[in-house]
């Protein structure tokens, strides 16, 4: 069982940057593969974002790519993404997720789910 906690969402103005936080606990927490993904209202939810275990192999969305950085520390259970260049689009409910066994886009290989954390970008 892994536990999600996204922190550091918040209302910003275009083109500013923001940090979001997962912190992860559970025994084994550090070996899942890490992702990001984010619902607007109204709209499915998307991928943004993912890092495997190791942190050596990462993944971006089409519309965040150059843009936002996932990471990791394994030492800490925590991944990290970093928003830059932020636009009014990118206004979504962020969520991280675990998947213990594959790397990848697909949300219904995650099995584990934060409550989210609301990103507002203002024009």
């Known amino acids: 069982q892994v536990q999600l906690v996204e922190s550091g969402g918040g209302l910003v103005q275009a083109g500013d940057s923001l940090r979001l936080s997962c912190a992860a606990s559970g025994r084994t927490s550090s070996s899942y593969h890490m992702g990001w993904f984010r619902q607007a209202s109204g709209k499915e939810r998307e991928f943004v974002a993912a890092i495997s275990v190791s942190g050596r192999r990462t993944s971006y969305a089409d519309s965040v790519k150059g843009r936002f950085t996932i990471s990791r520390d394994n030492a800490k259970n925590t991944v990290v993404l970093q928003m830059n260049s932020l636009k009014p689009e990118d206004t979504a409910v962020y969520y991280c997720?675990?998947?213990?066994?594959?790397?990848?886009?697909?949300?219904?290989?995650?099995?584990?789910w934060g409550q989210g954390t609301q990103v507002t970008v203002s024009s």
């Open positions: 997720a675990a998947d213990p066994f594959r790397f990848g886009s697909r949300s219904v290989g995650y099995d584990y």
